[in-house]
């Protein structure tokens, strides 16, 4: 039987690997990160989380919905859009995009679309994923606009 971490990595190597996915680091995030990196902090921090408060968790489920929670495939600076505006509507965009071409069950719908909140404030996290992976993209996103550290994954 396959362990939790085997589980996650399993999962987040399959993503890693995609194409699709792989479009992501060409696009820069958080002052000279690149989306992917930040999805893959996103993601190892989520999963850092489940163990430090032992919450058992779908690991697969977190693996796609931190993954794919920022799958908007734009350039910010040059979208037009302010801060604010990207903020708010980022996580729709992401989640139509992810559903363009990845099956995405409900857990992962949940997990991408309300990754944003409270800024999102009507698509609060439902499950325990969702909460994770909100809670490590203010980490990581601390970490890399404010610190300047932009691989953040102990694995």
């Keep these: 039987m396959k362990s939790n971490k085997e589980i996650f990595i399993e999962e987040l190597n399959q993503l890693l690997a995609d194409e699709h996915i792989k479009q992501m680091g060409t696009f820069e995030q958080h002052e000279g990160n690149t989306t992917l990196q930040h999805a893959v902090n996103v993601a190892w921090n989520s999963y850092y989380l489940s163990e430090k408060f032992h919450v058992q968790v779908d690991y697969k489920a977190l693996a796609r919905g931190a993954m794919l929670h920022d799958y908007y495939l734009y350039d910010i600076k040059e979208s037009g859009l302010s801060d604010y505006r990207h903020g708010i509507s980022h996580p729709e965009t992401a989640l139509v995009n992810a559903e363009k071409i ?17 800024l999102t404030f009507f698509h609060k996290p439902k499950c325990k994923e969702a909460w994770l992976v909100c809670l490590a993209d203010k980490y990581c996103a601390f970490n890399e606009m404010i610190l300047h550290r932009m691989n953040l994954v102990e694995a």
Aim: no cysteine.
């Design 102 to 118: 990845f099956t995405i069950t409900e857990k992962e719908r949940n997990i991408i679309r309300s990754h944003m909140w409270p």
